[in-house]
């Protein structure tokens, strides 16, 4: 154990900056399936996504709107 401790530098916080977990990150590429996209499910993905970014982007524009009207023009 002794002569690995200089081996596992830099592994400490590795899933954080990958998102994966290790099993996933030293897989070997031909145990994993390869997976074909489905478009259908992927547009479903994508219109779900737009549909929130939509309702983000209106709640900005209303929060907007109202600290506009509170703005006095001071004359």
């Known amino acids: 154990m002794r002569g690995r401790?200089?081996?596992?530098?830099?592994w400490r916080h590795m899933?954080?900056?990958?998102?994966?977990?290790?099993?996933?990150?030293?897989?070997?590429?031909g145990d994993a399936p390869v997976a074909t996209p489905n478009p259908e499910m992927e547009k479903q993905f994508v219109q779900q996504r737009a549909d929130f970014l939509?309702?983000?982007m209106d709640a900005i524009q209303k929060?907007?709107?109202?600290?506009?009207?509170?703005?006095?023009?001071?004359?």
């Open 15 to 29: 899933f954080w900056a990958t998102g994966l977990p290790g099993w996933m990150r030293c897989a070997p590429a």
């Open 54 to 56: 939509q309702s983000q």
């Open 63 to 75: 929060r907007l709107s109202a600290l506009a009207s509170r703005e006095a023009p001071k004359e």
């Open 5 to 10: 401790g200089g081996a596992r530098r830099g």
